[in-house]
Structure formats: C-alpha cells, structure tokens
C-alpha cells in the first residue's frame, strides 16, 4: 500500500529513499534524531479547542485529495488509479461517488 501510495503520489516518475522514508515515518539521515518524544505529526493541523475539523473530516479531505491526484495522474483511468492506491476498482468508484469527484473513464 505504501508503494502504491507513493506512485500515486509521485510527480517526477521517480520514488525516491527520502519519499520512502517519509511515508513509513522512518527517521531522515540528514537530520539527527529529535531530543525527545514526537507525539505528533508535522503535517497534522493543529488542534483547536475552539471546534475546528473533525478527524472524520480531515481523512476524508486527505482520501478525497489522494483519488483526486491519483485520477489526475492517470488522466482519468480508473483502473489505474485504483491499482496505484491499491484498491479495486469498485472502491475507488464508491469513492468517486462520495467525493463528487467525475466518472470519467
């Protein structure tokens, strides 16, 4: 799944150790390891105690980004798309339907 992530992912063809790395969460080796505990995400909003999105509403805005680029990257083929994010096809139309996201072929 990560692999397929990534070449969905991928803008240059390539799938490089840092892209790897990056996606399984594996520490960098330009960088020395952090001083202490990392309990979050970088790339994780912030929490807000205000109310902002909800976890259910930001996975679905990542999922709904990652079929789109995955659409984008396969001009459409959804075949390929599905098998670059590693899910059938079936998955990725119910996905399509329930982002808005066009049926084209």
Do not use: W
Not at 9 to 20: E, F, K, Q, R, V
Not at 28 to 44: I, R
Not at 57 to 83: K, Y
């Amino acid at each position: 799944n990560t692999i397929a992530r990534l070449a969905a992912l991928s803008t240059g063809g390539t799938i490089t150790l840092a892209d790897y790395q990056a996606a399984c969460g594996a520490p960098s080796t330009d960088s020395p390891p952090p001083a202490e505990a990392d309990v979050g995400d970088e790339h994780a909003p912030p929490l807000d105690a205000r109310g902002g999105p909800s976890l259910k509403e930001q996975v679905e805005a990542f999922e709904r980004g990652l079929v789109s680029r995955a659409l984008e990257g396969t001009g459409g083929n959804q075949s390929e798309a599905a098998r670059r994010l590693g899910v059938s096809r079936v998955t990725l139309i119910d996905k399509m339907k329930k982002y808005h996201l066009g049926t084209k072929r």
